[in-house]
């Protein structure tokens, strides 16, 4: 049987491609994660408001190391954060109310 290069580099290709797809897919239907809450420190309605919602509902809080957490668990099964947070933690704004 004779083979031609095209076919033999085809099916590298498609299982490269099928492993990629496994990789985007499930990070595309997982539950959407909460957003950074722009302060440190949560005050007045804010803080009474987050204080009453669910610890897997509440925003990221810079700084908040135990909350940020358990989120990440929760949503991710894994509680180390990834550097993607690490940055957008470094880049929330620290601004007096």
């Known amino acids: 049987m004779k083979y031609c290069k095209l ?7 498609c299982f490269i491609f099928v492993l990629l797809m496994q990789a985007w897919v499930p990070a595309a239907t997982q539950a959407q994660e ?9 005050r007045g309605n804010d803080r009474s408001v987050i204080k009453n919602t669910h610890i897997n509902d509440r925003p990221y809080r810079p700084l908040h190391f135990y909350g940020n957490a358990v989120r990440r668990n929760y949503y991710r099964g894994n509680p180390v954060p990834m550097p993607k947070d690490l940055i957008r933690a470094s880049t929330v704004r620290l601004r007096r109310r």
């Open 7 to 13: 076919t033999l580099l085809y099916v590298p290709c």
């Open 34 to 42: 909460p957003d950074w809450y722009p302060y440190v420190l949560a």
